[in-house]
């Protein structure tokens, strides 16, 4: 093999190489450092005050549809006219649909490590889903 070729050959595996290994270098980097990344997110300030307003908004919300629920169903109790009695049973249906959801969100966000270090204890720890259908 001459001497050029030889040279040529090298700068190419130079070329190719190098960049791999950067790259290999750069990846093993990124997974090392990523729970460190994952804390640092976790505990910035913003993320603490809209986790921790998130718990408040969330509850008032429930609270909110919970009372709904029981104000339509006293104008269902009170409604003499079938047809508007059918009417207010299906917004009846979707109040009561939209409360299940606003707990099934509080509850994920109570179980997951990043937020719930955030949930005042002034809060319940869950929403209950059943009470929604109450």
């Given at each position: 093999?001459?001497?050029?070729?030889?040279?040529?050959?090298?700068?190419?595996?130079?070329?190719?190489?190098?960049?791999?290994?950067?790259?290999?270098?750069?990846?093993?980097n990124?997974?090392?450092?990523?729970?460190?990344?994952?804390?640092?997110?976790?505990?910035?300030?913003?993320?603490?005050?809209?986790?921790?307003?998130?718990?408040?908004?969330?509850?008032?919300?429930?609270?909110?549809?919970?009372?709904?629920?029981?104000?339509?169903?006293?104008?269902?109790?009170?409604?003499?006219?079938?047809?508007?009695?059918?009417?207010?049973?299906?917004?009846?249906?979707?109040m009561?649909?939209s409360?299940?959801?606003?707990?099934?969100?509080?509850?994920?966000?109570?179980s997951?490590?990043?937020?719930?270090l955030?949930?005042?204890?002034?809060?319940?720890?869950?929403?209950?889903?059943a009470?929604?259908?109450?």
């Amino acid at each position: 093999m001459n001497s050029k070729l030889k040279i040529g050959l090298g700068v190419a595996a130079l070329l190719v190489g190098v960049p791999v290994a950067i790259s290999a270098i750069g990846s093993i980097n990124s997974v090392a450092t990523a729970p460190g990344r994952v804390v640092q997110e976790t505990m910035k300030t913003n993320n603490i005050i809209n986790n921790y307003e998130g718990f408040f908004v969330r509850k008032a919300e429930y609270d909110a549809r919970l009372g709904q629920i029981a104000d339509h169903k006293k104008l269902i109790a009170d409604n003499a006219d079938p047809a508007e009695a059918a009417r207010l049973r299906i917004e009846l249906a979707a109040m009561r649909q939209s409360c299940r959801d606003i707990a099934v969100i509080y509850n994920a966000n109570a179980s997951m490590a990043t937020k719930e270090l955030f949930q005042s204890d002034d809060l319940p720890a869950e929403l209950s889903e059943a009470a929604c259908d109450a």
